[in-house]
């Protein structure tokens, strides 16, 4: 198994993907993030019957992390299931984005490993963030 530089991440995500509330999709995802602290947060895709209010293994996880008082991460992986690369939504790479640098390691991993890193700046050229709303 290829779980490249960071395979506590992928051990997490993978753990947690297997909980992942995906009863209309089927498509299990789930993300772990590590932060400067060391300490790793995990979530999973929830999905609701009412399509808009589920949310995305990658909040899940930023969630867990803001809720434990931490702002920052230095790594993330997320895994799915399935032949093709799949990596974060466009809604999620903002998020990210809130809590990172653009120089982030973000890592695409399938049930073999991680098939593919980008940095954020990568997953989200000429974002919006944090540091264009400060006086």
């Known amino acids: 198994m290829s779980t490249g530089s960071e395979p506590d991440l992928f051990a997490a995500a993978q753990q947690v993907q297997a909980n992942a509330h995906v009863p209309y999709s089927h ?42 008082g931490e702002r920052e991460i230095v790594a993330l992986v997320t895994v799915c299931d399935g032949d093709q690369l799949s990596t974060c ?18 890592h695409a991993a399938g049930p073999e490993g991680i098939r593919r890193s980008y940095t954020m700046d990568e997953l989200l050229p000429d974002s919006f963030g944090p540091e264009q709303l400060q006086r």
Not at 44 to 51: D, G, H, K, P, R
Not at 89 to 106: D, M, S
Request: glycine letters at 10%.
């Open 27 to 68: 498509f299990a995802v789930g993300a772990a993030l590590r932060t400067p602290s060391g300490r790793i947060f995990a979530g999973c895709n929830v999905e609701n019957a009412a399509y808009p209010q589920g949310w995305c293994a990658e909040a899940s996880a930023i969630a867990a992390m803001v809720s434990a």
């Open 89 to 106: 939504c466009g809604g999620c790479r903002q998020k990210i984005r809130e809590f990172a640098t653009p120089e982030l390691r973000v």
